[in-house]
């Protein structure tokens, strides 16, 4: 491949086998051939299914070859251009400066034939999308340090990839301005099985699972039907999921998180991670505008939290800007810490405040009561009424929960807000970040005195929002904690 | 209403064109009557015995009742709510009528200037400017300006943004 620059480059012949053996290209066949082995009437054997393992491989091995044959790429010195397509051929043009990030990463099959994957991240605002993105899948490692190298140009070329193997063999010869801002500790693991999203990720796959068995034809599905299970068989098997699913948690957030490491190199920071998919994100530190501190209500139990970077034009935030997926509240406040200077202790808002949280929480329930009362009078649902009177409950502590993460402050370069319960989130951010400023009132608020205030910024949602604080703080909030003295535009006269 | 102690921050300080209210009441009419279709087909169409009277005459007064807040009150309302200002630095804006939103966007930070002109603004000779920043969550719309008036706003904004962008995310 020694081409010049300019001239269009393909992506390593291998990357065919990989993609025949993930069936990349024949995945979106299958709606098309289950009806079509419906109509056809094949008989539930044996053969139907080796028949059927055969063809799709076939049809995935054409595809792959088809659109590796059709796929091109071209670092040129003002444009990277992607063409790809079988009959209507796209022609994507991204302008290097638009482009904001680099992502190399390595699914294990790509590591056993020697390749990598590489995302230009090319987003034009924070509203990012998949659309925004450039995907050149299955070069050459050396290639995909290459193409790094040369897109983030304002680094120098030829930097290596930090601990780009497990074996991690490259530490040595690794740039004297590298510096080290965490490592991810084995026990952090422990945090896992508190944590809703490393728990819903062995809940998907049993549900993936049953979708297959059913998807299957018959006779190859052994038959499970025996007596009905008894009450105490299904307790049992309930207390045994317990510990089961905690386990699968800690697996899956090793396998995610395996090996982390935060490396500031440069002008940029760079995360590495993953046991199976080695993936390696770059972030420019000239583009970060703040961070959110998020604690799960587990999370807070044990003093855990994760941290991400709020980075301006960054698509897919949530998971590219984590630099901090799982650790100590500590640790992160450590962190978080480096990326903003914190504004200090955070001000509380009014009573006013508690009581709509409190009738917010309640009215669920309610509601369910009331109509639960009239369902046990005319039905004799009595259960409805039940559960109403359990949900007002649960409501009161979450109301208070909720009540008692709201809070604000400004600092003389930094402000933050902070609000939720489930997950309580805080965003601290720089003064320069906010882009605009929106104050809501309703009727409800108007007579409770309060508002909340919104802080406009080109980064991480859109916009951070301190709910329900006294209506006369706003002015002078909004003023201290934005830049220059536009803000001075809300102050009363 | 207007120079309410609760109110969080200032107004700003120049209403909307009047004829928003022409507009928002020919909202209001045509709202009105695709309701009074839908439950005219309603009461029509579904037999004697498949709706309890009480139904009838509830779906009925909702009818009613939308067709005079939104002819005969919201409007109005919405007028005496909504108001708008282009100071030296910023642009801010109030909305709303139950809910009350004040916007306020520095120029220094504005990316594009957009005017549009839906099919019934064109009728009332009125257009919206549209002010974009970098969030997703900052944007600017003044509503229902005169035409020309939003035209100079916009190009005034757009050679002003021109001029004192600073790092504009």
Partial sequence: MTTADTQPRRTSPRVVLVHTATFRQARQLVPVLIPVAAVVGLDDGLLTVVVMAVVITALSLAGAVLSWWRFGYADGPTAVVVTRGLLARSVRTVPNDRIRGVEVETPPLHRLLGLVRVRIDAAAGSVGTNEEELVVDGVPRAEGDRLRARLLSRRPAGVPAPDGEPGGGTDGGAPPVEEELSRFQP??????????????????????????????????????????????????????????????????????????????????????????????????????????????????????????????????????????????????????????????????????????????????????????????????????????????????????????????????????????????????????????????????????????????????????????????????????????????????? | MTADATAPVRDPAWPLSRSAINLWVTEGVIGALFWVVVVTAVLVFVPDGGLPSPLRWALVAFVVLEAVVTIGIRPWVRYRVHRWEVTGEAVYTLTGWLTRTWTLVPISRIQTVDVTRGVLQQLFGLATVAVLTASSQGTVRVLHLEADVAQRVADDLARRAELVRDEAT
């Fill in chain 1, 187 to 493: 026990r952090w693991l422990l945090y896992a099985p508190l944590v809703g999203s490393y728990l819903v990720v062995p809940l998907a796959a049993i549900g993936t699972l049953f979708r297959l068995v059913q998807e299957l034809p018959d006779a190859v599905v052994p038959d499970f039907a025996g007596p009905e299970p008894s009450p105490p068989v299904l307790v049992a098997a309930l207390v045994a999921a317990v510990p089961l699913l905690a386990l699968t948690a800690v697996v899956g957030a090793a396998v995610v998180n395996w090996r982390y490491r935060l490396v500031r190199r440069g002008g940029s920071l760079v995360a590495v991670r993953g046991l199976l998919t080695r993936r390696h994100t770059e972030l420019e530190v000239d583009r970060i505008r703040g961070g959110t501190l998020s604690e799960g209500l587990g999370m807070r139990w044990v003093r855990a939290a994760r941290v991400n970077a709020l980075v301006t034009g960054l698509g897919q935030a949530n998971r590219r800007g984590q630099l901090l997926p799982l650790g100590p509240r500590a640790e992160a406040l450590r962190l978080l810490g480096r990326l903003v200077e914190y504004p200090g202790p955070l001000t509380g808002h009014p009573p006013a405040a508690l009581r709509r949280r409190l009738v917010r929480a309640l009215a669920a329930g309610l509601l369910v009561t009331a109509a639960g009362v009239w369902a046990a009078a005319v039905l004799g649902w009595w259960w409805v009424p039940v559960a109403g009177v359990v949900l007002s409950v649960l409501g009161v502590p979450m109301g208070i929960g909720r009540f008692h993460a709201l809070g604000h402050g400004a600092g003389p370069r930094s402000f933050s807000v902070r609000s939720g319960w489930l997950v309580r989130e805080q965003a601290v951010l720089q003064r320069r970040a906010v882009v605009g400023w929106q104050v809501q009132q309703s009727v409800f608020q108007r007579r409770a005195g309060l508002a909340t205030v919104v802080a406009c910024v080109g980064a991480g949602s859109g916009g951070y929002a301190a709910v329900d604080m006294a209506a006369a703080e706003v002015p002078v909030f909004t003023a201290a904690a934005s830049s220059g003295t536009w803000a001075g535009t809300l102050a009363p006269h």
